[in-house]
């Protein structure tokens, strides 16, 4: 069972304080992911699907050793990458997508990582989200990425009530003056990271105190707690009981 989102999105005047208070609590949210280069930023991306921040950062220093720009990742071997990356989860695909996307690089864009979306969205391994990424770090454009913390947090706050990716980025963009998008795309991050967690957030330590989701979250560990109550601790050697372990969502 899963904490529900809010039903209803904020006003505009509510989304701007949360939005301001989430502005002054993280002002200088960046990327966790380190990087070099726009290249190096772009595979960090591409690794980061499914995968830590954290994870991807002792990934990648072994591999830009070894594949330092486009053209040497370009002609490298799978299985070599493969033995790299193994940890951070999916890595055959991940592999496949950045040589790919590494020899795309090389011979359309003379080994420079492209600023464009429709140069960087037709690269092999690239969808919007990586594009917003690359596009807002690497080169300072106006993007907004959505991944999963960004969803969580975006709906907790009443921000939005849609149901994709694009559509909360065509949500929450609408409330955030154009120049701020590839901030504020961090300061949901780093929000969902150290305090609008999944799958329970800590309200108590949250500054963002007009938040909808306040209430459905009070609400929802008290009848936690109650259940807890109603069945009572498990006995001693026996089998089954207490209550079952809440699923993680994701």
Not at 3 to 15: G, H, L, M, Q
Not at 159 to 179: F, I, Q, S, W
Request: hydrophobic share 45%; net charge positive.
């Amino acid at each position: 069972m899963a904490i529900p989102f809010p039903k209803r999105k904020v006003s505009r005047a509510v989304a701007a304080e949360e939005l301001a208070i989430l502005e002054r609590t993280y002002p200088h949210a960046v990327t966790a992911l380190e990087y070099e280069s726009p290249f190096e930023l772009l595979v960090a991306v591409i690794l980061s699907a499914q995968c830590t921040d954290a994870r991807v950062n002792m990934i990648t220093p072994h591999l830009f050793a070894r594949y330092p720009d486009a053209e040497s990742l370009a002609r490298a071997r799978q299985h070599d990458v493969e033995t790299i990356i193994k940890s951070c989860g999916f890595f055959r695909m991940k592999a496949k997508n950045v040589i790919a996307a590494a020899q795309a690089i090389v011979a359309e864009h003379g080994g420079n990582v492209p600023g464009e979306r429709e140069a960087l969205e037709a690269l092999p391994g690239v969808g919007r989200k990586t594009a917003n990424v690359v596009m807002s770090v690497a080169f300072g454009e106006a993007a907004f990425a959505v991944d999963t913390h960004v969803f969580r947090v975006a709906h907790r706050l009443g921000l939005t009530l849609a149901t994709t990716p694009r559509g909360v980025e065509d949500d929450v963009t609408k409330l955030v003056p154009r120049e701020k998008w590839r901030h504020a795309h961090h300061w949901l991050i780093l929000h969902g990271r150290q305090i609008c967690k999944a799958p329970t957030p800590l309200c108590g330590t949250c500054p963002v105190t007009m938040c909808p989701s306040r209430a459905i979250v009070a609400r929802y560990l008290s009848e936690k707690a109650a259940a807890r109550t109603a069945v009572g601790p498990a006995r001693p050697g026996a089998r089954g009981g207490g209550v079952p372990r809440l699923r993680r969502s994701s």
